[in-house]
């Protein structure tokens, strides 16, 4: 499991990516950072089908990774995960450093 910080306006969540090794399956989580709600994911998203497509997730921002193509369940009622001007979702990682930890995550520039 790799493990960086997203921010949501706001709040700041964990992101998380999830490797099974059995089936090679990737998933994406966010939870909240603290507070009662930190033990349940916000949202999760599997996203093996995605990973090394081209331009499926594109730098637009030092901190920031927009996806092409992302289908969360969300966990959290009302809660939508963001999105930018163009209407994809995107991740805002609290430093450049934090950034898709890991390996085999590569960003179109």
């Known amino acids: 499991t790799d493990r960086s910080e997203i921010q949501d306006d706001n709040y700041l969540h964990v992101f998380r990516i999830f490797r099974d090794r059995d089936s090679g399956g990737v998933r ?3 939870t909240a950072r ?40 969300v966990f959290c009622g009302g809660y939508r995960p963001p999105r930018g001007s ?14 898709f930890p890991g ?5 179109e520039h």
């Open 28 to 30: 994406f989580e966010a």
């Open 86 to 99: 163009t209407g994809r979702y995107q991740l805002t990682f609290t430093s450049p450093e934090g950034t």
């Open 103 to 107: 390996e085999g995550f590569k960003t």
């Open 34 to 73: 603290r507070g009662p709600m930190k033990t349940i994911p916000i949202w999760t998203a599997f996203v093996t089908q995605y990973i090394g497509q081209k331009n499926w997730m594109k730098r637009v921002g030092s901190n920031t990774v927009q996806l092409r193509e992302l289908h969360p369940y």
